[in-house]
């Protein structure tokens, strides 16, 4: 098991990221210039399906944006705006689960790819159950915006489930009312409990076994074969998580100290202190990172161009390709070609 100081942080999928400054420009009509980081803006911009960014970082759009635009139903908001099919292939799973108790079972494994700093169980009591939500301690403060529009997700995942006049019994907050209580129901159509022990769709138990007609069950099996896949592949460890994060940078033009910190929702200064504890820095993992890139590029056969290692490499000029490939294996790149091929 890993140790604190090399755990990797909370990682989210960059979609929801992306539609929350789609949220801001197409719903808000604000420039999302105005609202927030422009260096996250660029990042977010450049990436793809599938790439990560901290949980941190997420959850503090959310904050920035409510305060910014002075919106308390911010979250609420864009729980009622978003559509799930824009969130990643996880969100395209739950529509095929015949009942709301298979949904849950996968959530349990599936979930903490769409954002692992969120943790999620199952409660049963008599008549009643509970999804129960909560958030690992780091990603708390300012968590309020981010934790209204989980449970708006949820509420609207199990109504593409059981059909749109489904109702929760109740929903818990764990902080006080941000939004008036009227908004709330509009939103929920259940009554709100502010203040409570934790933050929660109240539901009847009977609702987990209600089948419903739709499904397919082979696509459902593609969808979860693919999230498999994403579930061993994340990382254990920070500096393979900085591995990656320079992977996919470099694939959309620069990877620098700068960019990686803020991926990952840290200072520069810590995250060079984090790798420090590790053993490791971050100039040599880019060019770890690099010269990986290069044999995989290389190895693919003899007439492979080299000018397309500049952009896959993240540098200016066809100089700076031939100085690290000099500097790391000792050849220019005709040359570890020919080996490699």
């Given at each position: 098991?890993?140790?604190?100081?090399?755990?990797?942080?909370?990682?989210?999928?960059?979609?929801?990221?992306?539609?929350?400054?789609?949220?801001?420009?197409?719903?808000?009509?604000?420039?999302?210039?105005?609202?927030?980081?422009?260096?996250?803006?660029?990042?977010?911009?450049?990436?793809?399906?599938?790439?990560?960014?901290?949980?941190?970082?997420?959850?503090?759009?959310?904050?920035?944006g409510a305060q910014c635009l002075a919106l308390p139903d911010f979250g609420i908001t864009f729980g009622e705006w978003v559509s799930m099919r824009d969130l990643g292939p996880l969100a395209q799973l739950w529509e095929h689960y015949p009942t709301l108790?298979?949904?849950?079972?996968?959530?349990?494994?599936?979930?903490?790819?769409?954002?692992?700093?969120?943790?999620?169980?199952?409660?049963?009591?008599?008549?009643?159950?509970?999804?129960?939500?909560?958030?690992?301690?780091?990603?708390?403060?300012?968590?309020?915006?981010f934790m209204e529009a989980t449970l708006v997700l949820g509420v609207k995942v199990v109504r593409n489930l059981l059909g749109r006049a489904w109702r929760p019994l109740g929903i818990e907050l764990q902080h006080p009312l941000l939004s008036p209580q009227r908004r709330m129901h509009e939103c929920f159509r259940a009554p709100v409990r502010a203040e409570s022990e934790d933050y929660a769709i109240v539901f009847p138990e009977p609702d987990l076994r209600v089948r419903h007609g739709g499904g397919d069950e082979v696509m459902a099996a593609i969808i979860q074969r693919f999230l498999d896949d994403r579930v061993s592949a994340t990382p254990a460890d920070l500096t393979v998580e900085v591995k990656r994060t320079i992977s996919w940078l470099l694939r959309s033009g620069s990877?620098?100290?700068?960019?990686?910190?803020?991926?990952?929702?840290?200072?520069?200064?810590?995250?060079?202190?984090?790798?420090?504890?590790?053993?490791?820095?971050?100039?040599?993992?880019?060019?770890?990172?690099?010269?990986?890139?290069?044999?995989?590029?290389?190895?693919?056969?003899?007439?492979?161009?080299?000018?397309?290692?500049?952009?896959?490499?993240?540098?200016?000029?066809?100089?700076?390709?031939?100085?690290?490939?000099?500097?790391?294996?000792?050849?220019d790149g005709r040359s570890l070609r020919r080996k490699l091929s």
């Open positions: 098991m890993s140790s604190p100081r090399n755990s990797p942080a909370a990682l989210s999928d960059v979609a929801l990221a992306q539609e929350v400054v789609r949220f801001v420009q197409h719903r808000l009509g604000r420039a999302p210039s105005t609202v927030f980081d422009k260096a996250v803006l660029r990042i977010l911009a450049r990436s793809r399906p599938g790439d990560f960014v901290a949980a941190e970082l997420v959850v503090n759009l959310f904050d920035r108790e298979d949904l849950l079972k996968g959530a349990e494994r599936y979930l903490p790819l769409n954002n692992s700093g969120v943790m999620f169980r199952v409660e049963r009591s008599g008549a009643e159950a509970r999804v129960v939500y909560a958030l690992t301690p780091e990603l708390r403060r300012g968590s309020e915006q990877a620098t100290l700068d960019e990686t910190a803020t991926v990952l929702a840290l200072q520069p200064r810590t995250l060079q202190r984090k790798l420090r504890a590790l053993d490791a820095d971050f100039a040599t993992l880019l060019a770890d990172v690099r010269a990986e890139i290069t044999l995989a590029y290389l190895s693919r056969g003899a007439d492979q161009p080299i000018g397309p290692l500049t952009t896959l490499l993240g540098y200016s000029e066809p100089s700076a390709v031939s100085r690290f490939l000099k500097q790391r294996f000792g050849d």
